[in-house]
């Protein structure tokens, strides 16, 4: 089955201070992984997918076929990268994405 | 470029009575998407269109939802009659086209039933 998990519903943490928001997959044949953010009264929209392995506002992110995860990360926080994030898989058996309950990020002063 | 647009912002009904959705895509894509999210959950595909025709509706509850999306352009996404649990926020999304591409959210409609 095609699932996508995400542990932390809230993440809170002090701007400068390191930030990586965890997602876990499942799916037995090769994922195409995303994350999509939402902003506070903003749409949902594209941070980042595995196949480009870019950085996008500072966030990065590598998959982990063994470990089956797809971490976002970001060294240091800024308050604007509060935010509600999910992470997404695309699975092309069933060419759907499975969103993940998504975390909130909330950057601390 | 404009971006997915999707009407009305909010509506409350009561239970069994029918709403209706719209939803217009970003010019030139042809994959349209509808998902429904519910509080605390992340969004739940639905139905998907690739130009006016139906990729996936595996998880659209057939006896009250029904969407169309005619001429591959615009679509609607109705409920009748709607029941409590599907007070939610629905989502359209477009893409180029079927596949792992990105998806272009709209506003969504957030349906209140009591």
């Known amino acids: 089955a095609q699932r996508v998990t995400q542990p932390e519903k809230l993440l809170s943490v002090f701007k400068g201070a390191p930030v990586e928001l965890k997602c876990n997959y499942s799916y037995s044949g090769s994922p195409e992984l995303f994350w999509y953010v939402q902003y506070s009264r903003q749409r949902l929209q594209l941070l980042l997918r595995?196949?480009s392995r870019e950085s996008i506002k500072g966030f990065t992110a590598d998959l982990n076929k063994g470990e089956t995860s797809f971490h976002l990360k970001k060294p240091f926080a800024q308050e604007e990268d509060s935010a509600m994030y999910y992470c997404a898989l695309y699975g092309g058996a069933t060419n759907k994405l499975i969103f993940g309950t998504g975390t909130l990020l909330a950057v601390q002063p | 470029e404009a971006g997915v647009a999707q009407s009305p912002r909010y509506k409350i009904i009561e239970k069994r009575q029918s709403v209706a959705f719209w939803c217009n895509p970003i010019?030139?894509?042809?994959?349209l998407y509808w998902y429904q999210q519910i509080l605390g959950q992340g969004p739940k595909l639905l139905i998907q269109f690739q130009n006016n025709g139906v990729v996936d509706d595996s998880q659209l509850p057939k006896d009250r939802f029904s969407a169309e999306r005619l001429k591959g352009v615009d679509s609607t996404l109705k409920i009748q009659p709607a029941k409590l649990e599907d007070s939610a926020v629905y989502l359209c999304a477009s893409s180029l086209m079927t596949g792992p591409y990105e998806q272009y959210f709209g506003p969504g409609t957030r349906l209140t039933v009591t």
């Open positions: 010019s030139g894509h042809a994959t």
């Open positions: 595995h196949i």
